[in-house]
């Protein structure tokens, strides 16, 4: 029998078919970095992300918050593992490898297995007379089993050249997709840190605010101070109050911005557990700058790869007026038995069978398409040039970018450092205001100007650690360099 010997033919040539394809692949695929999810440390293991397809819940206000201090590498930690959108990217990226493995399979050997069992030939055949007529039947069974393995087909190349492309693609999307959810994180974070800041603030001046009107209450009634004093304190406070209010209704929004980034569990409201600080220096030059950002957005690796996508589909649109050569081994088994009857006794029974096997190989060349082929390459070849375009125009973008970040970063540098250098002063001026006016000599409205000058002071320096770190992100998104300490 020559079966198993074909089908051993063709286990052999399938694996070395398999084994070249990877290799081929291997050595032209340009290597990829591959972000691998890890799993939440166990202090953080309860801050996991609700199933996807878990309906929305509305705040329960009798519910109790769990408030969560968070630093920001936990925040991150959070973020790369519970982000819809990277688990999206990443379900996306195994559903076009999959795609890519089944293309794969087309450079394997296709068996096919056929069989049919019936009655081809019954018919009826007379004698002379009626009476000694006789029917004649016959049971025909069959199995086809052929194997074939198309060799050579540039449409297949193509359409696997350009699936990897595409593959490569969504890789990067994955890639720079990490980077903007990083940046989200420290975005959110350092708002909530400035948000808990101001707080901070906006409390002290009204405990310095309600410090100042019990005064004024006592030395009103001492007789020392006028009723005016009383009323600029009180007016104060309700000033200070009212200010406190709105920077805890920030702190809310803020907060929950956090959650939302962080896809947290309902009732958890993170808290910064940093405090609201300096994260670094940018030591790099511009030109530092620049030559790492060319060299690690994968925004343009991915305008690259999309060139390459729709090179190869140009080539697979091409292709199908290329001939196509395969190689085919069919094995046939045929059985036929009958029997011929009078009445109801048989007087004749047939047998006969046949096994049949045939090597070949089948050629096939299109003559003609119509035009398709070439308007089809044609649509790529000009999709090719508005890649080139668009690669370009995300050059200049970038370089915008960074350069504007960078200028950026050094201009709130100096800033902070004057910021911080006005709270200095203001709280020396605050000082001899308010010795002046217990020795008599200043007046309490100086003294609340001063403190409110402070309080300010003190507002657009935690606002200008907002803008430095947040530009700071920025750069270390665009750039890809971290920042020194």
Known sequence: MPFPLVRHVFQRSGQWVSRFLVGTLLASAQPLAVLAVEPLPESLADL???????????????????????????????????????????????????????????????????????????????????????????????????????????????????????????????????????????????????????????????????????????????????????????????????????????????????????????????????????????????????AAAFASREELQQLLAAIQEREARAKEALAVLEPTLSLFVMGTWNQASGNVLSGASPVESQFRGRISTALGLRFAVPLSDGGGAQASARRWRLAIRRQEYLLADARNTFQQQVERAFHTVHAQEDTLELRARQVTTQQEILKLTTARYEAGVGTQQDMIDQQNALTRAAVDHAQAVLDYNLSLAQLHRYTGLPPRP
């Open 48 to 290: 996991a992300a609700p199933p996807p397809l878990a309906g929305p819940r509305l705040p329960d206000p009798m519910a109790d918050q769990r408030l969560r201090p968070l630093s920001l590498e936990e925040a991150q930690q959070l973020a790369q593992a519970n982000h819809p959108a990277l688990q999206a990217v990443a379900l996306e990226v195994e559903s076009l490898q999959a795609r890519l493995e089944a293309s794969l399979s087309a450079w394997k050997p296709q068996v096919t297995l056929k069989s049919s069992a019936g009655l081809p030939a019954l018919a009826l055949e007379y004698q002379y007379s009626p009476e000694d007529s006789y029917p004649r039947g016959e049971l025909e069974t069959n199995l086809n089993v052929e194997a074939t393995w198309l060799w050579r087909d540039p449409q297949r190349d193509a359409r696997i050249a350009a699936e990897r492309h595409e593959l490569d693609q969504v890789r990067l999307q994955r890639q720079f997709l990490h980077r903007d959810v990083r940046l989200q994180v420290a975005e959110s974070y350092v708002e909530l840190q400035r948000a808990d800041a101001e707080v901070d603030l906006r409390l002290a001046a009204v405990e310095t605010a309600q410090a100042t009107l019990k005064i004024s209450r006592v030395r009103h009634r001492a007789g020392v101070a006028a009723r005016l004093d009383v009323l600029q304190a009180h007016a104060q406070l309700t000033g200070d109050e009212a200010l406190l209010a709105s920077a805890k209704a920030q702190q809310t929004i803020a907060r929950r911005r956090l959650a939302r980034v962080l896809n947290l569990p309902q009732g958890v409201v993170p808290t910064a557990r940093d405090a609201n600080g300096r994260q670094g220096r940018w030591t790099a030059t511009l030109e530092e700058s620049l």
